[in-house]
């Protein structure tokens, strides 16, 4: 899909802001979401990031009207909608499994939002045309939705949510069912409609590749509550606890005792390991939990420091898994704590090695998160 601009699909009525306060959902005595407050800036990519059933599919039904809130509002500019039903609030949607009419024609489940609203025929129809060419399905205008690939159904319903013109979409995984080389292609072209149509955007996923790549800024959940708001780059680089870097990458999560602290950097060590760390998070006590990127390592050469003065784990390679021009690793460290690496040297089960991150990237957390062990 590469099509130009058409401008009939921009939204009809944009806005300044949309602000969820104190949103809260619950099922019976279960808490699906608690208390959330979120400015979103009109034109804005919000992707909400979190594992299943931790409230973003959640806030994104709240947000569409489809669940009543049980606590908070929702506001457009200065206009309450929470209180309005979903074909009032303006919004487009773009579901999971897509949620196609199977008997209707691409064109006619395309043109269903128009029709329900009574627009006029002669417009309907061109605005259902000049959507079907933005997404590069003119010739498959008259087929049934079950002719089509995964790939031109998602596009089918990308097109049915920006034909009414909205204010803001609501996409809720959209990529999920689709194979990882037609992921990366809708992902590009989700971004590339975002940006050429003015659009304001709230994208639901699980996939934090996805969440970097596509949006202005993420919101991480857990549990109903927001971990942490941020552009891509703050939440990449500086993740506020344990539970949101791991979402952001860092798949060593590794509780160690402290051998020192100076200002803002710790040293943690064990029998076998040593890392000098940032710390991100304040603690107390004799323990802290180490978040370190298999990307961070690198290969420590024989000879390189005199043993105990200088950073480094000692590891016994298990597995090693071929990526190109990087190799997958994962090690056991002599106290049996599992490593997971990615290095440009080839190595073999049950080669001993010893790697080391900067201590820039080796990011220090008190003891109280998760730590996935």
Avoid at 245 to 261: I, K, T
Avoid at 329 to 338: C, D, I, L, Y
Wanted: net charge neutral; with cysteine.
């Amino acid at each position: 899909m590469s099509g130009g601009v058409v401008e009939s699909v921009r939204p009809q009525d944009g806005f300044e802001t949309l602000r969820m306060e104190g949103v809260t959902r619950r099922f019976g005595s279960s808490v699906a979401l608690s208390d959330l407050n979120l400015t979103i800036r009109g034109g804005e990519f919000i992707a909400l990031l979190g594992p299943s059933g931790c409230g973003k599919s959640t806030a994104l039904n709240c947000l569409a009207g489809l669940l009543p809130l049980s606590g908070g509002s929702i506001w457009l500019d200065d206009r309450r909608i929470d209180t309005l039903p979903p074909e009032r609030r303006g919004f487009g949607m773009v579901f999971q499994n897509y949620a196609l009419f199977p008997h209707l024609s691409v064109r006619r489940n395309v043109g269903f939002g128009l029709a329900i609203r009574k627009v006029p025929k002669d417009e309907m129809r061109r605005r259902v045309d000049e959507a079907l060419k933005l997404v590069e399905l003119t010739e498959h205008a008259d087929k049934l939705p079950g002719r089509l690939s995964g790939g031109q159904q998602q596009r089918v319903a990308i097109a049915r949510a920006i034909v009414i013109r909205p204010r803001l979409v609501l996409m809720d995984e959209p990529l999920s069912n689709l194979d990882a080389k037609l992921r990366l292609q809708m992902r590009t072209e989700i971004r590339r409609l975002h940006q050429s149509l003015g659009l304001t955007t709230v994208y639901v996923t699980h996939d934090q590749e996805e969440a970097l790549a596509l949006a202005d800024r993420i919101v991480v959940l857990r549990a109903g509550r927001v971990d942490q708001v941020g552009t891509p780059e703050e939440v990449y680089t500086d993740p506020v606890n344990t539970y949101v870097a791991g979402f952001m990458g860092y798949r060593n999560l590794l509780r160690l005792p402290v051998a020192s602290r100076s200002g803002d950097r710790a040293v943690l060590a064990e029998p076998g390991l040593r890392l000098t760390g940032t710390v991100r998070e304040e603690f107390t006590g004799d323990t802290a939990i180490a978040a370190i990127r298999p990307d961070d390592f690198r290969v420590v050469p024989e000879g390189g420091g005199s043993e105990g003065e200088r950073d480094g784990i000692r590891i016994t390679v298990e597995v090693v898994e071929f990526h190109g021009r990087e190799v997958a690793v994962e090690g056991v460290t002599e106290t049996g704590r599992v490593i997971h690496c990615r290095l440009a040297e080839r190595v073999a089960p049950g080669d001993k090695i010893e790697v080391c991150a900067p201590p820039e990237r080796v990011l220090v957390y008190g003891p109280g998160g998760e730590t996935g062990e």
